[in-house]
């Protein structure tokens, strides 16, 4: 880098820093992160990156039952039962 590029580079990040540069402009991204879809009869489908919009389940009472108790039993101590 020759000493002008680190210069202005430094100037640059100085004015950035204190609030006379604005940063730049990201745009947002569209679509959700979804790494893995778990269906109640046990079967995956797995996404790679941002979808669109996420996969129709018509089961969605008894997925979210499957998760619950998922979370349920991989919990390492579990609370003693109330007498």
Same mark, same amino acid.
């Given at each position: 880098?020759?000493?002008?590029?680190?210069?202005?580079? @430094?100037?640059?990040?100085?004015?950035?820093?204190?609030?006379?540069?604005?940063?730049?402009? #990201?745009?947002?991204?569209?679509?959700?992160?979804?790494?893995?879809?778990?269906?109640?009869?046990? @079967?995956?489908?797995?996404?790679?990156?941002?979808?669109?919009?996420?996969?129709?389940?018509? #089961?969605?009472?008894?997925?979210?039952?499957?998760?619950?108790?998922?979370? @349920?039993?991989?919990?390492?101590?579990? #609370?003693?039962?109330?007498?």
């Amino acid at each position: 880098m020759t000493s002008s590029k680190t210069f202005k580079t @430094k100037f640059r990040l100085f004015l950035r820093r204190f609030g006379m540069l604005c940063k730049k402009k #990201q745009l947002p991204r569209k679509g959700v992160r979804i790494s893995r879809t778990i269906m109640p009869d046990g @079967k995956v489908i797995r996404h790679g990156g941002f979808v669109e919009k996420p996969p129709l389940n018509n #089961q969605s009472f008894l997925s979210e039952l499957h998760i619950y108790h998922e979370l @349920k039993n991989s919990v390492k101590f579990k #609370q003693p039962k109330k007498k």
